[in-house]
């Protein structure tokens, strides 16, 4: 099979696993095959206190993956805080976050990485939040060597698709879209949805939908038919409508996500799924739709806390990350071995870290953290 045809059938599977969540171990493998990677796992990680939570995994050790949730989510210089700093969609090495003779002198590396004969991994950022981020990670084995270009091509290829698959997860499940009872499921959701035909007419609409196509500042029905009132959206939207029944591969090469306007210059995004592959079928047999269109207003893309009091005090990663690690592991002695760098070294960035914050002490730096992170602030 030729790259492009594997692409594809990996992109339709991906978007298969996004509704029938049993699929996505199998599409980690594929990935795994595709990119040349040992392990695959959908993540997400909060960054204080440290608590990591693996949706689906491909290839790893169970006990070291419990490790890692008891033990070495704090440890992790790679995650904590590093990729913090990478934004939704960046497809990103572990040289990428942190100097190589940095990793592999780590507590992290020696005691968890490097007992799996793994080397290196790549990450792409899926969500942040105020409080967490989730994300795809895959590692390399020592056989397959370090991450190099070809790696990062083909991750980049993949990466937008496992980003807006999760993202339509999040808004509909398979498991709940049996066609006894779909007018009402799709009536719960708070997101506009549109199950649309070829032709773009609406067969059916839920009550978010509805209202939003009565108050006619985003969309309107023209003669029974889909119709943003963003023009360049809406050849967009219909131009896809008419690609849905040749598949996925039709669909992936004029997207998914398309950006909107609203009349009084609001910014909304409408998602397309579509309904004619794979295990999709099951959502669109009652209404014959070849596509779901999902409408929300887009969420402002805000900084983490942590990215935030790092712009206040001018911290540089190494401060930012030995400020974390004082905070979750301790004291210099217990620091310096997991970051990999001298009790010096870390002396050195905290008296930095005490200069740019205006504190003294240790337990200073760790209530200034906690109120960057609480959401009543501090």
Same mark, same amino acid.
């Given at each position: 099979?030729?790259?492009t045809?594997q692409?594809?059938?990996?992109?339709?599977?991906?978007?298969?696993?996004?509704?029938?969540r049993?699929?996505w171990?199998?599409?980690?493998?594929?990935?795994?095959?595709?990119?040349?990677?040992?392990?695959?796992?959908?993540?997400?990680?909060?960054?204080?206190?440290?608590?990591?939570?693996?949706?689906?995994?491909?290839?790893?050790?169970?006990?070291?993956?419990?490790?890692?949730?008891?033990?070495?989510v704090?440890?992790?210089?790679?995650?904590?805080?590093?990729?913090?700093? !990478?934004?939704?969609?960046?497809?990103?090495?572990?040289?990428d976050?942190?100097?190589?003779?940095?990793f592999?002198?780590?507590?992290?590396?020696?005691?968890?990485?490097?007992?799996q004969?793994?080397?290196?991994?790549?990450?792409s950022?899926?969500?942040?939040?105020?409080?967490s981020?989730?994300?795809?990670?895959?590692?390399?084995?020592?056989?397959?060597?370090?991450?190099?270009?070809?790696?990062?091509?083909?991750?980049?290829?993949?990466?937008?698709?496992f980003?807006?698959?999760?993202?339509?997860?999040?808004?509909?499940?398979?498991?709940?879209?049996?066609?006894?009872?779909?007018?009402?499921?799709?009536?719960?959701?708070?997101?506009?949805?549109?199950?649309?035909?070829?032709g773009?007419?609406?067969v059916?609409?839920?009550?978010a939908?509805?209202?939003?196509?009565a108050?006619?500042s985003v969309v309107?029905a023209?003669?029974?038919k889909?119709?943003?009132?963003?023009?360049?959206?809406?050849? !967009?939207?219909?131009n896809?409508?008419?690609?849905?029944?040749?598949g996925? !591969?039709a669909?992936?090469?004029?997207?998914?996500?398309?950006?909107?306007?609203?009349?009084?210059?609001e910014?909304?995004?409408?998602?397309?799924?579509?309904?004619?592959?794979?295990?999709r079928?099951?959502?669109?047999v009652a209404?014959? !739709?070849?596509?779901?269109?999902?409408?929300?207003?887009?969420?402002?893309?805000?900084?983490?806390?942590?990215?935030t009091?790092?712009?206040?005090?001018?911290?540089?990663?190494?401060?930012?990350?030995?400020?974390?690690?004082?905070?979750?592991?301790?004291?210099?002695p217990?620091?310096?071995?997991?970051l990999g760098?001298s009790?010096?070294?870390v002396?050195?960035?905290?008296?930095?870290?005490?200069?740019?914050?205006?504190?003294?002490?240790?337990?200073?730096?760790?209530?200034l953290?906690?109120?960057?992170?609480?959401?009543?602030?501090?």
């Amino acid at each position: 099979m030729d790259e492009t045809a594997q692409v594809s059938r990996l992109i339709g599977d991906i978007y298969d696993a996004a509704l029938d969540r049993g699929l996505w171990p199998d599409v980690l493998k594929k990935s795994c095959g595709y990119v040349q990677g040992a392990t695959g796992t959908l993540m997400s990680q909060d960054t204080t206190p440290g608590r990591a939570q693996f949706y689906f995994q491909w290839g790893n050790n169970l006990d070291f993956l419990k490790s890692y949730q008891d033990i070495y989510v704090k440890l992790n210089p790679v995650l904590v805080p590093t990729l913090l700093y !990478a934004r939704v969609g960046d497809v990103l090495s572990t040289v990428d976050l942190l100097p190589f003779d940095e990793f592999f002198a780590s507590r992290f590396y020696k005691e968890w990485v490097a007992p799996q004969g793994f080397i290196d991994s790549i990450f792409s950022t899926l969500d942040k939040s105020a409080t967490s981020y989730a994300f795809i990670a895959i590692t390399r084995h020592e056989r397959d060597g370090l991450v190099d270009e070809e790696t990062l091509r083909r991750m980049r290829l993949l990466a937008p698709h496992f980003r807006r698959a999760v993202t339509v997860g999040q808004i509909i499940d398979l498991n709940k879209v049996e066609a006894a009872a779909l007018a009402d499921t799709l009536d719960g959701l708070a997101a506009a949805m549109f199950l649309v035909d070829a032709g773009g007419r609406i067969v059916h609409a839920n009550a978010a939908g509805q209202a939003m196509q009565a108050e006619g500042s985003v969309v309107r029905a023209s003669g029974g038919k889909f119709a943003a009132l963003d023009a360049q959206a809406d050849r !967009a939207l219909h131009n896809i409508f008419m690609n849905a029944d040749s598949g996925d !591969a039709a669909l992936g090469t004029k997207g998914i996500a398309v950006p909107m306007t609203a009349r009084g210059g609001e910014r909304y995004v409408a998602h397309v799924l579509p309904l004619t592959s794979g295990a999709r079928r099951k959502a669109g047999v009652a209404y014959s !739709a070849v596509a779901a269109v999902f409408v929300h207003k887009a969420a402002l893309d805000l900084p983490h806390p942590l990215e935030t009091l790092a712009s206040a005090y001018k911290l540089t990663p190494a401060e930012l990350r030995v400020l974390m690690m004082i905070v979750q592991v301790g004291g210099v002695p217990d620091v310096a071995p997991v970051l990999g760098i001298s009790e010096t070294t870390v002396k050195t960035h905290l008296q930095r870290i005490f200069a740019k914050t205006d504190t003294k002490r240790q337990a200073d730096l760790v209530k200034l953290v906690a109120g960057h992170m609480s959401p009543l602030g501090g």
